[in-house]
């Protein structure tokens, strides 16, 4: 034991004099370019990292090839670890339990608020921010921000303003991709008519529907309305909601649009619906983001061809860009944390990933020209030119009791609108009851 | 189990400090003279007590003392959190659900059980039955929530469950012609839906040919006998067309025969006056239909629901109306086989000639069953059915798994709420700790029984 112990320390002093020591080497290339800090060889030589993130399968495989340039690069050995589907679950007994992992990917922007506020993250340091400012807009800083102060880089973006369907049912029913939404009603009562139903709802993932509303609402409300929302600055009772919701239940009230009715529909979850579209092909439409593409794919239909999209159609004056994504934050003092994080906000680190599929870049020195396919590269090419027009996920900025757990807050309302989409007033104000408690 | 902890413990303490005994402490202190001193029954308790003390005392006296206070855990709330409980509406649904369990599943499990055993001792198969009954403990509770999300889901092609039932159904009455299938609606439409049937809007004159457009037929219901539609030539007779208004890729115009459309043949048409049936046709190949020998007049013609009866898909299981039955129902499956094997041991050990004396006495199986069998097996029912209770009151994963999200309000049990408030997304370990502490209240009256149970026969 006393063995041991005395090897501890011995350990823990080889890495404080290793840090020491690299400490000018770092510092000094920062100093003269800015865009990579690490440039001087292995500087991070036998510092262990831990990185955790709800990503599995493939995504996991690409982070980890991005990962592990980065080990390359500085010599740190790095280690992925895996939290679920539901990151807060995983990560809140680490942080109380006083061991959390070096470097987390948080999925909403609510959480770095959240654990801002326990004090479980670092934040940032000049190095990285600097990082941030020279290869993102002012909105993204401001997302990873809390209390004036930036914690967090977000370091992959998912483009959710789009509608994708399958082209053979389009070509049918003789439609044409809407542009607005009294187009796309109209389109689906068309294709409705011809035999087939024309949204596969996924009711069972409340988020998909958090996402519907949120574009509906960006484009009849605006996006100052939108933001006023996010932050529960006017309530839910507001008419703006109204509206969206009515809206909404244009598409979902009508029993021939939505596949397999709602008491299907609310028991269908998220690959599943998109699996009846492009698989089973009983229905013509799934409302969901570009990652539709991965399934799509596996269930045979070639993306592009019979796997189409369109931009979300305007319900209103604004023609909705709404995006979701990971933010990564650091949980320990390390100086690999801090590295990382820079490696991850730059240019660098952006076209590793990029150049992998199933990755969209928020950060706006990467050029589209990385992506592996022209349609990951239109959609690149929508988040750079749509700029500060930009909103990020409602449901993400919210409290995570609101915006993010099953059977609660808005996923629960919006489930029980789907089940009866007459009902706007009384879904309004149990989402204001919900957002009361959340927001307490 | 603390309780056998600090009955020797208080003693030994006494026995430290005073030396002198008094007289009620007499009669324990000659027993404990037989056994090891003091000293070394301290040291061979105190592992157990340790770790009892870390992993059981210390935990609920956290838990607590946490409950009282406020989700960051700073600001002191006082009964706050139970407040909550018991006021929120969705910890109601909770707490009622819990409820139904409580009452429903531990009586079926232990009657279940009953009857498997008291029917096993009379087959010939006994150890194979058993076997097979008792299976389902041998997969984890996980793994039984995902065999019964599949058995329950909704598609009777996926779904054991559907599949049944819709078999059975369609032996009586199987979906007919064009389900699904609806008139083309619309202010410039002839026809409209009624009740199910499509009926046109305004009277038709015999010998004016009468257009009824039908939209939204699925591909594959489409009868591959179907022609192009062809519009009635007009006549003396009442006659007219039913056809899918839809030309495939569109540009076909609404409400008109166009030349791709197609007829939907064998398709009932009534003809109706004055709310009595007065002729029933049935359309061609090409849609077309006639009325042989209609006196002249005014008909309202009808396409009657059976034409669209839509098939049968059985039941939602896993909607808000059925899902605690239905998870209670794996519940069932995977735990009568227990309640089986302990309640046959008990049977085993039944004395039979008393049985046997109840049976040359006349009784008749049913009175031995009732009078006999079952006052002898009580204290093993009992058991059986007290530890059921308590698993129902902490069950978890198979309602995590078997609800599918939209409907995991409506299925919620206090231990899920539990996880979800703390953990799972909530971040409220104050009230998660107040939902721990009201499920332990709930389960200490159980455990306290269980315990004095196997104390009385331990004596």
New interface residues.
């Given amino acids: 034991m006393q063995k041991a112990r005395a090897a501890a320390v011995l350990a823990g002093l080889a890495v404080a004099v290793a840090a020491c020591g690299n400490a000018p080497t770092t510092t000094q290339p920062a100093a003269s370019g800015s865009a990579s800090a690490t440039t001087a060889g292995k500087t991070l030589q036998g510092v262990k990292l831990e990185v955790a993130a709800k990503w599995t399968g493939e995504e996991q495989k690409n982070f980890e090839q991005v990962l592990k340039a980065f080990s390359d690069k500085t010599g740190a050995t790095v280690t992925y670890a895996s939290t679920g589907e539901?990151t807060?679950?995983y990560l809140?007994?680490r942080i109380q339990g006083g061991s959390p992992p070096d470097v987390a990917i948080l999925p909403q922007p609510g959480l770095v608020q959240?654990y801002a506020?326990?004090n479980a993250l670092k934040p940032l340091t000049d190095e990285v921010t600097k990082e941030i400012d020279t290869n993102y807009t002012p909105y993204w800083k401001e997302l990873g921000s809390a209390d004036g102060k930036s914690y967090g880089v977000l370091i992959k973006a998912a483009h959710k303003s789009l509608i994708w369907y399958r082209s053979q049912a389009f070509?049918?029913?003789?439609?044409q991709a809407p542009t607005n939404w009294d187009e796309l009603v109209k389109a689906s009562q068309?294709i409705?008519?011809?035999?087939?139903a024309p949204f596969s709802f996924c009711?069972?993932?409340?988020w998909t529907l958090t996402d519907l509303f949120e574009n509906v609402y960006l484009s009849t409300a605006g996006p100052e309305n939108y933001d006023k929302l996010s932050k529960h600055e006017i309530p839910w009772t507001d008419p703006s909601v109204a509206t969206a919701l009515e809206k909404i239940a244009q598409i979902a009230g009508k029993k021939?649009f939505v596949l397999?009715g709602s008491?299907?529909a609310?028991?269908t979850?998220f690959p599943t619906c998109v699996t009846k579209v492009f698989g089973q092909k009983k229905a013509a439409m799934v409302i969901e983001a570009d990652f539709v593409a991965t399934q799509a794919t596996q269930d045979g239909a070639k993306v592009g061809e019979e796997a189409k999209y369109f931009p979300f159609p305007k319900a209103g004056d604004t023609a909705p860009v709404v995006l979701g994504g990971d933010v990564a934050v650091a949980m320990k003092d390390s100086p690999g944390a801090m590295a990382l994080l820079q490696f991850l906000a730059s240019k660098e680190g952006g076209e590793i990933w990029a150049k992998l599929p199933g990755y969209l870049s928020p950060n706006k020195n990467v050029s589209p020209d990385n992506y592996p396919d022209p349609l990951t590269k239109a959609l690149g090419q929508t988040i750079i030119s749509a700029g500060d027009a930009v909103r990020y996920d409602m449901s993400d900025l919210a409290p995570?009791?609101f915006g993010?757990?099953?059977?609660?807050g808005e996923?629960?309302v919006l489930?029980d609108f789907l089940?009866t989409p007459t009902d706007v007033k009384g879904a309004q104000s149990k989402l204001e009851d919900e957002a009361k408690k959340a927001w307490k | 189990m603390t309780e056998r902890l600090d009955g020797p413990q208080a003693p030994l303490e006494d026995d430290t400090s005073g030396g002198s005994a008094s007289g009620p402490d007499e009669t324990p202190r000659k027993q404990r003279l037989i056994g090891p001193s003091p000293t070394v029954a301290l040291v061979f308790l105190l592992p157990a007590a340790v770790l009892l003390g870390i992993w059981v005392v210390y935990p609920i006296v956290y838990s607590i003392f946490r409950s009282l206070f406020d989700a960051a855990g700073s600001g002191f709330v006082g009964l706050g959190n139970y407040m909550t409980i018991f006021t929120d509406p969705s910890m109601l649904t909770t707490i009622r659900n819990n409820l139904i369990w409580v009452v429903v599943a531990p009586i079926i499990v232990t009657t279940l059980g009953l009857i498997f055993a008291v029917l096993t001792e009379r087959i010939k198969w006994a150890t194979a039955f058993k076997l097979i009954v008792f299976m389902p403990m041998a997969v984890s509770l996980m793994a039984a929530g995902v065999i019964f999300r599949l058995v329950y889901d909704e598609d009777p092609d996926k779904g054991v469950a559907n599949a049944v039932l819709t078999t059975i159904h369609d032996t009586f009455s199987s979906s007919q012609g064009y389900p699904e299938a609806r008139p083309r609606e619309g202010d410039q439409s002839a026809v409209a839906a009624d009740k199910g049937a499509v009926v046109t809007k305004q009277p038709v004159q015999v010998g004016q040919p009468v257009l009824i457009p039908i939209v939204g037929i699925k591909p594959q219901i489409m009868p591959s006998d179907a022609q192009p539609a062809k519009a009635a030539p007009p006549g003396n007779d009442l006659s007219g067309t039913v056809w899918f208004d839809f030309t495939a890729g569109g540009g076909g115009k609404n409400g008109a025969v166009d030349a791709s459309e197609k007829g939907l043949p064998g398709m009932t048409v009534e003809a109706v006056k004055d709310g009595t049936v007065a002729g029933t046709a049935t359309t061609a190949d090409d849609g077309t239909f006639r009325f042989d020998g209609l006196p002249a007049g005014s008909y309202v013609v009808r396409l009657p629901q059976s034409n669209f009866q839509a098939a049968y898909h059985g039941l939602t299981w896993l909607g808000p109306t059925l899902i605690t039955p239905a998870i209670i129902g794996a519940f069932i499956w995977v735990w009568a086989g227990f309640a089986m094997v302990l309640i046959a041991a008990g049977l085993a050990a039944i004395p039979r000639d008393s049985l046997e004396a109840a049976r040359i006495d006349g009784a008749t199986e049913w009175q031995v069953f009732r009078r006999i069998t079952v006052p002898l097996l009580s204290p093993v029912l009992l058991v059986v059915f007290v530890t059921m209770i308590i698993n129902t009151l902490k069950v978890f994963d198979l309602v995590f798994i078997i609800a599918p999200p939209s409907v995991q309000p409506q299925s919620n049990v206090v231990a899920l709420e539990m996880w979800r408030v703390s953990f799972g997304g909530g971040n409220n370990q104050g009230l998660g700790s107040a939902l721990a502490i009201f499920l332990l209240i709930l389960v200490l009256p159980f455990m306290i029984m269980n315990i004095r149970r196997f104390r009385r026969e331990d004596t």
């Fill in positions: 539901d807060g679950a809140g007994p959240q506020k326990q070509d049918d029913a003789g439609v068309t409705a008519d011809s035999g087939t009711g069972a993932s409340g021939e397999d008491s299907g609310l028991q979850d995570s009791a993010g757990t099953d059977g609660k996923w629960k489930q089940r």
